[in-house]
């Protein structure tokens, strides 16, 4: 048995940014000598699957853990809950807050309260999430990571004890030496990398697309399966819902985040803070974001919803459906006004 270290997971960014790259470095060198953590490098996790040796990685660190990801926290938390890496929520005082979306007169308003089904099999420990866009400056996240490390008092076993005694130890051996990972990883960049060096690195990701569901918001009311046509959705043993099929959805469509009742839907790759994850404060006012699922030009979510279910479909060859599937759940006067939109539309 060991003491009380934190696990801190670096998910690195798509592409090779250099300032990205060099803030990931800063971090990673600086905690390789710090006392009571442990840390490591993954690509970056919503590009994992669910076997990637990085996602593994994760899945086995067995006492608290720290996520620092290019990503809203939430679709960090939710990601990483989908693929069974589940605690207790980590209060973390390092915040990224949007700004791109512009809330206008009528957003200012407090972000309203959700009542989820939540998560299942939670184990006792607790998972941080950080979002890297929160600061450019290494020194913060260090702070944060002290200061976590301080509150901490949850006793853990040994990480390096744990995995040893898996079939998977071998795999995951790059993940617990990160001055290799590191050196591995700049031999790469200037193209210089052996194949020892590759060896060294995680095995290669392409980019994904798919919905990530905030259960802390779900009430499972089912509307996403309905709605969606292309077998993304599912659900578990417990009836729950699940995005069971994540490579069938349609790259770069969130039709389903603008249908869901809950806003719960994330697509953490979405160039809008609200479908993307963000939290309820853009510019460091409190909103309701759920108000920016619509169009910048009036256009109702639901809409936007139907018209992008239907590009899809007639991309894969099949016909449009409009409104007339996959909404029976909704109040009859948000129906009617939709379909005599859409009567008006030319879709
Ligand atoms: S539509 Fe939203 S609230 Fe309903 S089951 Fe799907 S994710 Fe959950
Ligand atoms: S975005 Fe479209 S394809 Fe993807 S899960 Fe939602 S409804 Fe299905």
């Avoid at 609200?274 to 939290?279: C, N, R, V």
């Avoid at 510019?283 to 619509?294: E, M, N, R, T, V």
């Avoid at 239907?310 to 060859?317: P, T, V, Y």
Wanted: proline share 4%; charged share 30%; net charge negative.
């Amino acid at each position: 048995m060991a003491g009380t270290k934190l696990t801190v997971v670096i998910c690195q960014a798509q592409g090779r940014n250099p300032v990205k790259r060099q803030l990931e470095e800063d971090i990673l060198i600086s905690l390789i000598a710090e006392p009571g953590v442990d840390v490591s490098l993954v690509p970056h996790l919503y590009d994992m699957s669910h076997d990637h040796t990085g996602m593994l990685f994760l899945k086995s660190v067995p006492g608290n853990i720290l996520v620092l990801g290019w990503l809203f926290e939430r679709a960090i938390r939710w990601t990483l809950d989908r693929t069974g890496v589940r605690g207790h929520e980590g209060l973390t005082l390092l915040k990224y807050e949007a700004e791109d979306d512009e809330p206008d007169e009528d957003l200012d308003e407090e972000p309203r309260q959700y009542n989820g089904i939540g998560s299942v099999h939670v184990p006792n420990r607790n998972i941080y999430c950080v979002d890297m866009r929160a600061s450019e400056s290494a020194d913060a996240y260090l702070a944060e990571i002290r200061r976590i490390v301080t509150e901490n008092s949850v006793q853990t076993v040994d990480l390096m004890s744990f995995i040893n005694g898996t079939p998977k130890a071998a795999q995951l051996q790059r993940y617990l030496q990160p001055e290799r990972q590191l050196e591995a990883r700049r031999a790469l960049d200037s193209g210089a990398a052996t194949s020892a060096d590759k060896e060294s690195l995680p095995e290669d990701t392409r980019r994904r697309w798919y919905p990530v569901i905030d259960y802390s918001r779900c009430t499972n009311c089912m509307e996403c399966i309905d709605f969606c046509l292309f077998g993304v959705y599912g659900v578990d043993a417990l009836d729950r819902i699940l995005v069971e099929e994540q490579d069938n959805c349609k790259k770069g469509c969130p039709a389903c985040s603008r249908v869901c009742p809950e806003n719960a839907i994330i697509f953490p790759q979405h160039k809008s803070p609200a479908i993307a994850g963000a939290d309820g404060e853009v510019s460091g006012i409190k909103i309701d974001l759920s108000k920016l699922f619509g169009g910048d030009d009036g256009t109702s979510a639901l809409e936007m919803a139907v018209g992008e279910r239907d590009r899809e479909l007639i991309l894969d060859g099949r016909e449009a459906v409009g409104a007339s599937v996959g909404l029976k759940n909704r109040d009859r006067d948000e129906f009617d006004e939709l379909m005599d939109d859409l009567d008006a539309l030319d879709f």
